[in-house]
């Protein structure tokens, strides 16, 4: 994200490391936003040890994406499985992505698990209809606010 001045050469050296920090990220972001903005906020919703969803802004359970890359059969039967267990509870599963370069078959099999799919724009258009802040506004208006150092210039390299 450009808030932490990462270059796309930053991100490839570490692909799955940003992908994660980036999309814990992104998830802190949307629930805080909708805790402070939604009065009909509601935190994750779980069963047993699984997280079926990030957050529930009424009706809708939503779970937040930077981005979906994986393709495993077990990542994309749990789409469909959690979906599913939404539905039963009367709620509307809705899946909130950062990004848009994501793999076609991941996002194939969240629709077929009855999950509604936003991705880039459309995310930023479904937080500021329910919100009213225009996210993608405001984080580029950090462009750079809190930027990381490449691992070089912070020593790392010395074990």
């Not at 009424?58 to 994309?76: F, M």
């Not at 991941?106 to 077929?112: E, F």
């Not at 999950?115 to 919100?131: A, C, H, N």
């Amino acid at each position: 994200m450009l808030v932490f001045g990462l270059t796309q050469d930053m991100k490839a050296a570490n692909k799955q490391y940003w992908g994660t920090q980036l999309g814990r990220c992104w998830e802190r972001l949307v629930k805080e936003l909708c805790r402070q903005k939604c009065h009909n906020f509601r935190e994750a919703i779980r069963e047993g040890n699984d997280e079926l969803c990030d957050l529930a802004i009424g009706d809708d359970a939503i779970d937040t994406k930077y981005r979906v890359g994986s393709g495993d059969a077990g990542t994309l039967k749990k789409f469909k499985q959690y979906g599913a267990k939404l539905q039963e509870r009367d709620l509307k599963p809705v899946m909130l992505i950062l990004r848009t370069d994501n793999l076609p078959n991941a996002i194939r099999a969240c629709v077929s698990g009855g999950w509604t799919v936003k991705i880039g724009i459309e995310t930023y258009e479904y937080l500021r209809e329910r919100t009213g802040v225009n996210l993608q506004d405001w984080l580029q208006s950090r462009k750079n606010r809190y930027a990381v150092e490449p691992r070089s210039r912070l020593g790392e390299e010395r074990v």
